[in-house]
């Protein structure tokens, strides 16, 4: 398939906010997208980069009833040399999966990759430059057919949208409060939990805004069907340090596979660090914990790459985790992560592509 672009004129581009530090989090957005449009008897035509805009949608259009609707999330970071993309074969890779378990149309992930490649071209003063900031990429891919039963829809449109974001810690790489949510659930065995999908994230807004009126940042959901094990945070994976082994949840389908919970688990290895991809218990965390074995406690995600987690509440009692101060491993992870994506360590996993086709 041919990638159309049209540009609009110089004269009707807009600039990079001037102070950086007003950026925030996908607030404004960049003057260019990608876009694509699918036909079950005709496949996916008439892909183009052009101007930022609304979408055209009939007001009976699938995603809007049924909500077949995925997304991903990835980033470009300004380097002295270039622009860089982080495993974004990962991103597009995983949008594939997420669109076969919402029986959404396949579609060829490098065209898709290389069409974001022109776009972040056509966009590159838009990567804000100031420390920890970078150009967000949202990959959104949504059911478009106009139809009222509950089928898949036989028209679907893909689209990239760029967001400039701030420095996500910009006050300071500081631990959060996180309560472990007992009562409320995010996905259960045989669901989607494993998909990037729409209806996961309205889902959970309800127990969330509860634990933020309780003064936590985020919930750490247990699984739905004993509500023992440990899943994941919000839009993040979940780590423990307990007694020096490195334990996370095994994707047995109800967490999201996430691509900076590949890293770190691959990091670990290489460092030697012992890693368990298992179910946990949170009666073990807890028990670690009492006897003083809870070595640290972090998420893993795209936004915020790796967030501290300083105290965990359950069932009312609050665990104040490495006396709410950044571990060791923490630290470590978060900077050659962020050395990794920034171009000052070097890439000895081949993880880094060059976001710009110049
Ligand atoms: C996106 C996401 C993650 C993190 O995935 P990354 O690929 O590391 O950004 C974790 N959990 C959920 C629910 C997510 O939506």
Same mark, same amino acid.
């Given at each position: 398939?041919?990638?159309?672009?049209?540009?609009?004129?110089?004269?009707?581009?807009?600039?990079?906010?001037?102070?950086?530090?007003?950026?925030?989090?996908?607030?404004?957005?960049?003057?260019?997208?990608?876009?694509?449009?699918?036909?079950?008897?005709?496949?996916?035509?008439?892909?183009?980069?052009? +101007?930022?805009?609304?979408?055209?949608?009939?007001?009976? @259009?699938?995603?809007?009833?049924? *909500? /077949? #609707?995925?997304?991903? !999330?990835?980033?470009?970071?300004?380097?002295?040399?270039?622009?860089?993309?982080?495993?974004?074969?990962?991103?597009?890779?995983?949008?594939?999966?997420?669109?076969?378990?919402?029986?959404?149309?396949?579609?060829?992930?490098?065209?898709?990759?290389?069409?974001?490649?022109?776009?972040?071209?056509?966009?590159?003063?838009?990567?804000?430059?100031?420390?920890?900031?970078?150009?967000?990429?949202?990959?959104?891919?949504?059911?478009?057919?106009?139809?009222?039963?509950?089928?898949?829809?036989?028209?679907?449109?893909?689209?990239?949208?760029?967001?400039?974001?701030?420095?996500?810690?910009?006050?300071?790489?500081?631990?959060? +409060?996180?309560?472990?949510?007992?009562?409320?659930?995010? @996905?259960?065995?045989?669901?989607? *939990? /494993? #998909?990037?999908?729409? !209806?996961?994230?309205?889902?959970?807004?309800?127990?969330?805004?509860?634990?933020?009126?309780?003064?936590?940042?985020?919930?750490?959901?247990?699984?739905?069907?004993?509500?023992?094990?440990?899943?994941?945070?919000?839009?993040?994976?979940?780590?423990?340090?307990?007694?020096?082994?490195?334990?996370?949840?095994?994707?047995?389908?109800?967490?999201?596979?996430?691509?900076?919970?590949?890293?770190?688990?691959?990091?670990?290895?290489?460092?030697?660090?012992?890693?368990?991809?298992?179910?946990?218990?949170?009666?073990?965390?807890?028990?670690?914990?009492?006897?003083?074995?809870?070595?640290?406690?972090?998420?893993?995600?795209?936004?915020?790459?790796?967030?501290?987690?300083?105290?965990?509440?359950?069932?009312?009692?609050?665990?104040?985790?490495?006396?709410?101060?950044?571990?060791?491993?923490?630290?470590?992870?978060?900077?050659?992560?962020?050395?990794?994506?920034?171009?000052?360590?070097?890439?000895?996993?081949?993880?880094?592509?060059?976001?710009?086709?110049?």
């Amino acid at each position: 398939m041919e990638l159309k672009i049209n540009t609009i004129p110089e004269n009707e581009r807009r600039k990079l906010p001037e102070d950086e530090s007003t950026l925030g989090f996908g607030k404004i957005f960049t003057d260019h997208m990608f876009i694509m449009y699918y036909d079950e008897g005709k496949g996916w035509y008439d892909a183009e980069i052009k +101007k930022y805009e609304p979408l055209v949608l009939d007001p009976a @259009a699938c995603v809007l009833h049924y *909500g /077949q #609707a995925i997304f991903e !999330g990835m980033k470009a970071y300004r380097t002295e040399d270039g622009i860089n993309l982080f495993r974004p074969e990962k991103n597009f890779e995983r949008l594939q999966m997420s669109a076969d378990r919402m029986v959404m149309a396949r579609f060829d992930p490098d065209f898709v990759l290389d069409a974001l490649k022109e776009l972040i071209t056509i966009e590159k003063h838009w990567v804000p430059h100031s420390e920890g900031t970078s150009l967000y990429i949202r990959p959104t891919y949504i059911a478009s057919e106009p139809f009222l039963g509950v089928h898949p829809s036989g028209q679907y449109i893909l689209y990239i949208i760029l967001s400039p974001v701030g420095a996500y810690y910009a006050t300071g790489f500081n631990p959060v +409060k996180i309560k472990v949510e007992d009562k409320y659930i995010r @996905a259960a065995d045989g669901g989607v *939990g /494993q #998909a990037k999908t729409c !209806g996961n994230y309205a889902a959970s807004l309800f127990a969330t805004k509860e634990a933020e009126k309780e003064g936590y940042a985020q919930v750490l959901w247990l699984d739905a069907q004993e509500r023992k094990y440990v899943e994941e945070v919000g839009t993040m994976n979940m780590f423990f340090v307990i007694d020096g082994v490195v334990i996370t949840s095994p994707l047995t389908g109800t967490i999201l596979p996430g691509i900076t919970r590949d890293s770190v688990i691959q990091l670990c290895k290489s460092e030697g660090i012992k890693v368990e991809e298992r179910n946990l218990a949170i009666d073990e965390v807890i028990n670690a914990f009492e006897n003083g074995k809870l070595d640290e406690a972090f998420g893993s995600g795209t936004a915020a790459v790796i967030t501290p987690v300083g105290l965990l509440g359950y069932k009312g009692k609050d665990y104040t985790i490495n006396d709410f101060k950044v571990g060791k491993l923490t630290q470590k992870l978060y900077d050659t992560i962020t050395g990794i994506q920034w171009g000052k360590i070097e890439d000895k996993f081949g993880w880094i592509q060059k976001a710009t086709k110049d």
